[in-house]
């Protein structure tokens, strides 16, 4: 079992920068981002493989940028250039080898773009 322990987030206004960040409790192979907007399904921001590749959703490309520190199993999300649209329940995610789908979910954080 591992727990997700995530923190920032919080009101910022539109063009401003936020970071996320997600520390688990051992080390995983695929950490990650997901946001959840009132009415919406929960959608893929970014993810990070222990080796560290990525992948993003084609509307945070250019302005999110996600990375890991492996030695201290932490996944950070730098967010730049946010807009209103981004306001969401921002949700860590840790994946073992080999799974479709994430294992483990952190607890969410509210990120809300608000002049």
């Known amino acids: 079992q591992v727990q997700l322990v995530e923190s920032g987030g919080g009101l910022v206004q539109p063009g401003g920068s936020l970071r996320l960040s997600c520390a688990a409790s051992?080390?995983?192979?695929?950490m990650g981002w997901y946001r959840q907007a009132p009415g919406k399904q929960r959608e893929l921001v970014a993810t990070i493989i222990d080796a560290g590749s990525t992948n993003y959703a084609d509307s945070v490309k250019g302005r999110f940028t996600i990375s890991r520190n492996n030695a201290k199993n932490t996944v950070y999300l730098q967010m730049n250039s946010l807009k209103p649209d981004d306001t969401a329940v921002y949700y860590c995610?840790?994946?073992?080898?080999?799974?479709?789908?994430?294992?483990?979910w952190g607890q969410g954080t509210q990120v809300t773009v608000s002049s």
């Open positions: 995610s840790a994946t073992h080898w080999g799974r479709a789908k994430p294992d483990y």
């Open positions: 051992g080390s995983i192979y695929a």
